[in-house]
Antibody, heavy 122, light 107 residues
């Protein structure tokens, strides 16, 4: 059974750093891209970026380039999303999603993590 | 970036109704279109990929169609567990983009 288990909720202050995780199991972790999605309170879904754990090839949505860092440790089947200096506007639910390949170089989400709520408040 | 526009943004329907949600892409995306269901406080669930292919385990009351720029998600007979928000997403090109969502509420 494919599972993506994310780390627990976080409460941070502006300016602090944070790294949240997403551990995959039930499939070959290194062979499928994993994406991160933001959902701000009461809002829709936003695609942040994607990583291929096999070689850590990473692509960011322009809106998130330079704002976050996506990484992976294939030895423990875990992907990460991190911030070096949080802002109040980073308050949101963050989901990871395993993707499945379709066509040439295209990937769609098929399994989702349960989400990690990040609250940034002074 | 490819813009995805869903309509309506919300709708009210009764149990047993047939419901159709529309998603329009700002440029052609072939059939590189997925649909997701999200219930309050829960993670999204994948329903459909390649515009019309059902994810494993998704009931056949859900169906998708379309190609190019215009797509639809249809729920053939709405049940209480189907009241949720539905999102489309294009994966034809980066950055991947979602529609704004359609909230399906009980009439």
């Amino acid at each position: 059974e494919v599972q993506l288990v994310q780390s627990g909720a976080e409460v941070k202050k502006p300016g602090e750093s944070l790294k949240i995780s997403c551990k995959g199991s039930g499939y070959s972790f290194t062979r499928y891209w994993i994406g991160w999605v933001r959902q701000m309170p009461g809002k829709g879904l936003e695609w942040m970026g994607i990583i291929y754990p096999g070689d850590s090839d990473t692509r960011y949505s322009p809106s998130f380039q330079g704002q976050v860092t996506i990484s992976a440790d294939k030895s423990i089947s875990t992907a990460y999303l991190q911030w070096s200096s949080l802002k109040a506007s980073d308050t949101a639910m963050y989901y990871c999603a395993k993707t499945e390949a379709y066509g040439s170089g295209s990937y769609y989400p098929d399994y989702w993590g349960q989400g990690t709520l990040v609250t940034v408040s002074s | 970036d490819i813009q995805m526009t869903q309509s309506p943004s919300s709708l009210s329907a009764s149990v047993g109704d047939r419901v159709t949600i529309t998603c329009r892409a700002s440029q052609g995306i072939s059939n590189y279109l997925a649909w997701f269901q999200q219930k309050p406080g829960k993670a999204p669930k994948s329903l459909i990929y390649a515009a019309s292919s059902l994810q494993s385990g998704v009931p056949s009351k859900f169906s998708g169609s379309g190609f190019g720029t215009d797509f639809t998600l249809t729920i053939s007979s709405l049940q209480p567990e189907d009241f949720a928000t539905y999102y489309c997403q294009q994966y034809n090109s980066y950055p991947l983009t979602f529609g704004g969502g359609t909230k399906v509420e009980i009439k």
